[in-house]
Structures are given as structure tokens and as C-alpha cells.
């Protein structure tokens, strides 16, 4: 189902996502308001933001059972901003889906007033790529902290996920790789740097011993006049 077009939604009440393969998408006009009220995602259910501004900024967003909410591969910049996003009853998805096989710019971001996430529930992140995609969360959120300890991103280990300092106001959730693993790349390519030199130093020498060994034809300036004298 698709909420299209360039005129706000009226219904106030919840909105409730339900079951496999069900899956609304919110594309009318950017700005525009598809939904006013809380939605609730349930049971491998989906909700696909296809523009801006889709949701309310006081909607609450629930997603349980393997939920999913994700940001539409559509080659745009795309910001959602709601109260609060509540995850609940096994892992569930936020997306940050992007053009397959294409390598885009267009931010994709998600700026949140709270994070709150249940004992039995878990939050992956897939497709976010650093500088390009946010999760924002205020600073004053009164459930972050406890939340931030469920929080998994694809392609990154646990304990590479912190939060970063975006503004005065909001955290980003991101990924980096720890200290660490910083050195290792930073060795391999010290140890690289060092072999090439070495190879360089190697190839060098042995021209110059190819040359020194060898009687040269001409002998400097000489021989160079020499060289124009038969053309």
C-alpha cells in the first residue's frame, strides 16, 4: 500500500503494519504528512519512507516481531524526524537502503526525540554508511543509554558502534573501527611504504651498476656534439 499525493493526512488514529510481505510505503510529496498518529509494525511487516517529512514529529514509531523501517533506495536525500522510535519482541530493522550495485551520496537520516528499546528487544542497522547516513537521538533522550547497548550496524562488531558528538543538540549513532585496528591499517601501509622503497633503492643500484660497468659510447657534452655533428 502507498500514501501518494500533495495533500496532509486527516486520520489521526494509529496505523497498524502487519504480517509478511505487508508493506506501506509513504511517499506523498516532500513535507507533505502521511501519517499524524503512532504506527505500529508488526510481524516481518515493513514501513518503506520514500520521501521527506512523512511522519508527524510527535508520532511514535513501534516496531516488533522482526519489523522493518527503512528509507527507500530512491536516489535522493531523505529526512525523517519523529518522537520516538520503540523497538520491542526480537530484532528488528531500520534501513538505510541505497541504489544496489551504485555508489550514492544522498544522506539518508533519521533524527529521533527518544530510543527506546525492551529487554527482549534488539535493533540492526543495515546499509548505513558513515558521513552519508544518521541516526540522531537528542541528547536529553531519557532512554538512550539503556537502548545503545542493543544496537548492532551490518559490517561492524559490537563494540564498534559508539555514539558521536553530531551537535549541541543530538548524538549520532555510528561505527568505526576501534584504535586498534587504525594501527594494523596504518602498519600495513607503513610496512608497505617500506618494502617499495627498499624495491626502489634495489632497482636503482643495479642501474647503476649496469652503467658503471659497461664503456659508454659518448663521453658528456662531446659526445653529444658529436651526435648532432651527423645529422
Known amino acids: 500500500m502507498s500514501l501518494t499525493g500533495d495533500q496532509a493526512n486527516t486520520f489521526t488514529g494509529d496505523v497498524i503494519v502487519e504480517g509478511r510481505m505487508n508493506t506501506l510505503h ?51 536525500a531523505i529526512r525523517e524526524k519523529i518522537h520516538a522510535l ?19 551520496n544522498f544522506k539518508k537520516t533519521l533524527i529521533l526525540d527518544d530510543l527506546l528499546i525492551s529487554d527482549d528487544g534488539f535493533l540492526q542497522i543495515s546499509g548505513w554508511e558513515a558521513g552519508r547516513d544518521h541516526l540522531l537521538v537528542r541528547k536529553d533522550s531519557e532512554h538512550l543509554a539503556d537502548a545503545f547497548k542493543k ?5 561492524w562488531a ?22 586498534s585496528t ?14 617499495y622503497r627498499k ?12 652503467l658503471g660497468g659497461a664503456a659508454s659510447p659518448f663521453k658528456g657534452s662531446v659526445a653529444l656534439r658529436g651526435l648532432r655533428s651527423r645529422r
Open 158 to 179: 559490537k563494540n564498534q558502534v559508539y555514539l558521536k558528538d553530531y551537535d549541541k543538540e543530538y548524538w549520532s549513532i555510528e561505527a568505526a573501527p576501534e584504535p
Open 199 to 210: 624495491h626502489r633503492h634495489r632497482m636503482r643500484s643495479a642501474c647503476g651498476e649496469k
Open 26 to 76: 509513504l511517499n506523498k510529496s516532500d513535507g507533505v504528512t502521511s501519517i499524524l498518529g503512532n504506527i505500529f509494525v508488526r510481524k516481518l511487516a515493513s514501513v518503506n519512507i520514500v520521501s521527506s517529512d512523512q511522519i508527524a514529529d510527535s508520532s511514535t514509531v513501534t516496531l516488533s516481531e522482526r519489523a522493518i523501517l527503512s528509507f527507500s533506495a530512491e536516489p535522493k
Open 182 to 195: 587504525y594501527g594494523a591499517i596504518l602498519g600495513a601501509v607503513g610496512l608497505g611504504l617500506v618494502i
Open 151 to 155: 544496537i548492532t550496524i551490518d559490517g
Open 86 to 104: 520503540v523497538v520491542k519482541e526480537g530484532t528488528s530493522r531500520l534501513s538505510f537502503y541505497h541504489s544496489e550495485g551504485i555508489r550514492d
